[in-house]
């Protein structure tokens, strides 16, 4: 019986100490920026089946 009251108590310290930890709800979803594509972050580098190409069509070689 102690074993059992033991157990119950640590989980429901457990639940609690984690339910104070939560933020409060602010009732509505918050949007972020969409990521930009990834054309946008590189435009000078392109990819092929062999490997990166710079804007005029020449291999670039990775380190």
């Not at 602010?26 to 972050?41: A, H, I, N, R, T």
Request: hydrophobic share 45%; proline share 10%; glycine share 6%.
């Amino acid at each position: 019986m102690k074993t059992n009251q033991t157990i119950i108590i640590a989980m429901t310290a457990a639940l609690l100490l984690t339910l104070a930890g939560c933020q409060e709800p602010k009732g509505y979803l918050e949007l972020k920026e969409p990521m930009k594509p990834v054309s946008e972050m590189t435009p000078a580098m392109n990819w092929t089946v062999n490997g990166p190409v710079d804007a005029s069509g020449n291999p670039i070689v990775l380190e």
